[in-house]
């Protein structure tokens, strides 16, 4: 028997067979998981992000290491903060955060492979500005699940594989950004008869990306009053969010999600932007592809976030009287200096975003040093698995944007052919 049902977050129907849709009737809102028990519990015959019971899924059989949650000393001396925790999500052995691809989206590929493969999926199209499709050519790998990978060219610096055997296309849009490549990933998703991943629509998803403040609270002891995060499309500080929602029904953790406070890296920062004209709506001109070649964090270059959306990142910012901000390459670099020099792993720039929005909001007076503050480092530790384990950058397929159909289907049919 399940032990979740799918529900719509407008109209409150429960949705059968629903793998990444929206609901039939609102078309505009997401879906969200509920689960059968109200409780959250830690399995102990579990390992990794398994252990808990509000995922999607049932029997994996694949091991997930799951993010490392710890008190910081260092930083929190530097910056004055009594309560600062920081959730890791790399490769940091001798603390035990085993995540080798480096980046919090290997949850998501777990969790949403797993689910796809129990909604009888035979595999799945994946979009990426780099470090999703990482994740999920790492963890198509390490389960066994068919994966085709899209990237744009402009990220295929994030595109680097771990040493292991690797069977997974992976096609690049050559004349084209995150959204084209999009746009190519749902074309191919067609031509081959395999799912698109979904995007913010995949519960899985989200799920998947809230295990991070799941293993908070086993550490905190209950829910942040604050909570820091990067974000490109919000899908996992929506996955946050909607956790909290269920830790409140729990009751255990404390009676509200914490305070979301949220980044970007400028000048392309589309949601901060609309946040702070008050908006529901991203204006066009801030999705102007030009902007993306000017910023550090690739991976926060998402021009369809899931901001409008009802229950996503507007809806998140607003019930939880959030913050978004918007921080310069300069203050990106100088982030990531002090945390690597203070709390001694080296972080991704989408990280140091986050670094950034925390001193800002030190500086601005919108959290207190005493406060209970969770700091969401997504990626880190890319110089360690450089170092001890080894990486190579993948070889793509190239594309146009404007390719046809039964070009796709040629170029994929021989890929596939030549790989197996
Ligand atoms: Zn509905």
Known sequence: MAHFRIRCSKCGAILEDTYCAFCEHCKDSLLITEYEDRQLRISDNKEGIWRFNWLPVHDAD??????????????????????????????????????????????????????????????????????TARAFVHLSAV??????????????????????????????????????????????????????????KNIA???????????????MGRMPDHYFQAVGS???????????????????????????????????????KAWQRSSREIDREDLDPGLINEITTRVLSNRYPAYSVMGGVY????????????????????????FESTEGIDIVPAAGVAV??????????????????????????????EREIGTFIAEPVFISRSITDSEIEAILCDHLKTDS
């Open 315 to 338: 809806d998140a910012l607003k019930s939880t009287e959030g913050m978004m901000y918007g921080i310069t390459n300069t203050e990106v670099y100088m982030a990531m200096k002090v």
């Open 143 to 200: 389960s066994a699940f068919p994966a085709v990978v899209v990237v744009p060219r402009m990220c295929l610096l994030e595109m680097w594989y771990l040493v292991e055997p690797v069977n997974v296309p992976t096609v690049a849009v050559s004349d084209g950004d995150y959204s084209d490549a999009i746009d190519v990933a749902r074309r191919i998703s067609t031509a081959m008869g395999m799912p698109f991943e979904g995007g913010v």
């Open 234 to 272: 919000g899908t996992g500080a929506i996955g946050v969010w909607e956790m909290a929602e269920r830790l409140v029904i729990d009751g255990r953790y404390g009676s509200r999600p914490p305070r979301l406070h949220l980044s970007q890296n400028l000048p392309f920062a589309p949601m901060v």
């Open 62 to 131: 694949f091991s997930q290491p799951a993010p490392l949650v710890y008190k910081s000393e260092a930083l929190a001396s530097f910056t004055g903060m009594k309560n600062l925790y920081i959730a890791f999500n790399g490769y940091w052995p001798e603390r035990g955060a085993l995540v080798k691809t480096c980046t919090f989206k290997e949850y998501e590929a777990a969790v949403v492979m797993q689910n796809a493969r129990e909604n009888g999926v035979a595999g799945l199209v994946v979009a990426s500005a780099g470090n």
């Open 356 to 385: 950034a929005s925390l001193f800002k909001a030190l500086k601005d007076g919108e959290i207190n040093r005493d406060d209970m503050v969770l700091l969401n480092i997504t990626g880190g530790g890319e110089k360690r698995v």
């Open 205 to 219: 998803k989200r799920d998947a990306l809230g295990v991070v403040l799941l293993e908070a609270v086993q550490v």
